[in-house]
């Protein structure tokens, strides 16, 4: 059985730091490119972060640059994404997806047909 487990959401003041996780089984993880995508309250989803998985090219919505970073450890099957300078605009509940080849260039859109989905975990930013 596939599965996408995020965990790691929480409750965060402005400023602070929060770290997802994205534990997949059930696939070869280490050969599927990976992304991370939100959807704010009453918005629709966005498309956050994307990492390969052939060379390891990040790639980052103009928003979060320089305060996301997504990483990946194929020897545990796990998905990253460090998140600093949390703005209040960053509360979205958060999923990661998985994508068996993007075929070079990460789709930069939510609209992708991913292969597989997570569950989502809640990031709230907020004093």
């Known amino acids: 059985e596939v599965q996408l487990v995020e965990s790691g959401g929480g409750l965060v003041q402005p400023g602070g730091s929060l770290r997802l996780a994205c534990a997949a089984s059930g696939f070869s993880f280490g050969t599927y490119d990976m992304s991370w995508v939100r959807q704010a309250p009453g918005k629709g989803p966005e498309w956050v972060s994307g990492m390969n998985s052939g060379d390891g090219s990040t790639y980052y919505t103009d928003s979060v640059k320089g305060r996301f970073t997504i990483s990946r450890d194929n020897a545990n099957n796990t998905l990253y994404l460090q998140m600093n300078s949390l703005e209040p605009e960053d509360t979205a509940v958060y999923y990661c997806?998985?994508?068996?080849?993007?075929?070079?260039?990460?789709?930069?859109?939510?609209?992708?047909?991913?292969?597989?989905w997570g569950q989502g975990t809640q990031v709230t930013v907020s004093s």
């Open positions: 997806a998985a994508d068996r080849s993007w075929g070079g260039t990460c789709p930069n859109t939510p609209l992708y047909p991913y292969d597989y």
